[in-house]
């Protein structure tokens, strides 16, 4: 599937009887005035007509989008259902240009404003001459997507090319969660995250604890927070159980392993962290017990857990410095 870009007609008339060409299923393209200009006609490849050779390159299922059309500013997009065809002695209200054509599926019509947030950046909607290849198939398909269902939202002072880079950049937490995993085997992971909760504000003490089940407790960490209240501070307890496992995570023991070490250690709070992706039966089973003792248990897990490392250790993932 390839996308094409017209730029927009000359004159508002044009473009409204364009806008009726499509609702009818054809989309078209000027400098077709003369039947010589059909480019099915071989041996023909006059200076003239040769510029539009393009239009042989379109077939079914491929997107065109009329930019600038039905007023400056707006895109009107179809999807076509054939290849390139020619009007024979076309005789319409415009004239006779505007011959060449493409038969488009009225129901896959589409209209929007070209700065629409729902339309990705790399969408090139920008013409510089009278067409050009939209190469961005995937993020033209997504935008099309978008726009059906508005479903991109601006926030205050955002703009579409902040907000998409972040939906962009998305899909490298689940390698970054697995990155964290595959350089910090075994006890290391432990280690790594200990690093990660002593960045944060609120811990004052972050206590590595034991080298396994049963000598542990169940707390692969203690973490000591302090919450201060204006003149009275206040010293908490959670502990912490570390997983380390690719894929998602299936292993209901941990929530077993934090319900202990809550116990042991009257922790008031607890914590599951897994490189792995969480699934519903952890997350129903960690609620079971979270209820059961009146005790807050988190998770985080996956995506959630390279967030949590980017935002309180970047420099523990990237090198945020040039060297010197």
Not at 105 to 112: C, G, H, K, R, V
Request: charged share 25%; hydrophobic share 40%; net charge negative.
């Amino acid at each position: 599937m390839k996308v094409w870009a017209f730029n927009a007609a000359d004159d508002q008339r044009t473009r409204d009887l364009l806008m009726e060409s499509l609702r009818a299923g054809k989309s078209r393209f000027g400098w077709s005035q003369d039947d010589k200009h059909d480019l099915r006609i071989p041996d023909n490849w006059t200076d003239w007509h040769s510029r539009q050779r393009f239009l042989l390159e379109i077939e079914a299922r491929d997107w065109v989008v009329h930019i600038n059309t039905p007023t400056w500013g707006r895109c009107i997009a179809a999807q076509a259902v054939s290849s390139y065809d020619f009007d024979q002695g076309l005789e319409c209200d415009w004239g006779v240009d505007f011959r060449h054509c493409i038969a488009v599926d009225p129901a896959t019509l589409i209209e929007f404003d070209r700065c629409d947030p729902n339309v990705l950046p790399t969408v090139n909607l920008r013409p510089r001459q009278r067409y050009h290849r939209i190469y961005a198939t995937d993020d033209f398909v997504q935008s099309i997507d978008n726009l059906k269902g508005s479903k991109i939202f601006l926030a205050v002072g955002q703009s579409a090319g902040e907000f998409h880079l972040i939906e962009k950049t998305e899909r490298f937490l689940t390698e970054i969660s697995a990155l964290i995993q595959e350089m910090n085997k075994s006890k290391n992971l432990e280690r790594f995250l200990a690093k990660v909760f002593r960045r944060l504000p609120s811990v004052i003490n972050v206590h590595e604890n034991g080298f396994g089940w049963g000598t542990d407790f169940g707390a692969d960490l203690i973490v000591t927070t302090r919450t201060s209240i204006e003149m009275l501070d206040f010293e908490n307890t959670v502990v912490v159980q570390v997983k380390s496992y690719s894929g998602s995570i299936y292993d209901l023991n941990a929530v077993d392993q934090i319900k202990t070490a809550i116990e042991q250690y009257k922790a008031a709070a607890g914590m599951i962290v897994t490189t792995a992706e969480k699934t519903e039966q952890l997350e129903m089973k960690i609620a079971e017990v979270s209820s059961e003792l009146g005790v807050p248990i988190d998770l985080l897990s996956g995506d959630d857990l390279a967030r949590f490392v980017l935002r309180n250790a970047p420099d523990m993932v990237f090198r945020l410095e040039r060297n010197r």
